[in-house]
């Protein structure tokens, strides 16, 4: 079983898609480290975590996530 580094990604409002969602792998990813697309609820907790890889997304501080 491999290790994987689990890194905290931040996000602005203006980054989440469609109902408050981003999607992992993210576009900044290493090519080596893809895995299924996911998509996470960041606008309903603040933060979620990428089951495949650990890797964390975090609202910046202060962000407003608007109506849908």
């Given amino acids: 079983m491999s290790e994987f580094v689990k890194s905290v990604v931040e996000v602005s409002a203006k980054d989440l898609q469609g109902p408050g969602v981003v999607f992992c792998p993210n576009p900044k990813m290493p090519l ?5 697309r996911v998509f996470l609820d960041v606008a309903a907790g603040g933060e979620a975590r990428c089951p ?4 964390m997304y975090k609202l ?5 996530v608007h109506g849908h």
Avoid: D, L
Wanted: contains cysteine; charged residues 20%; proline residues 7%.
């Fill in 52 to 55: 495949y890889c650990g890797t």
């Fill in 60 to 64: 910046k501080a202060g962000e407003k």
């Fill in 32 to 36: 080596w480290s893809n895995h299924p």
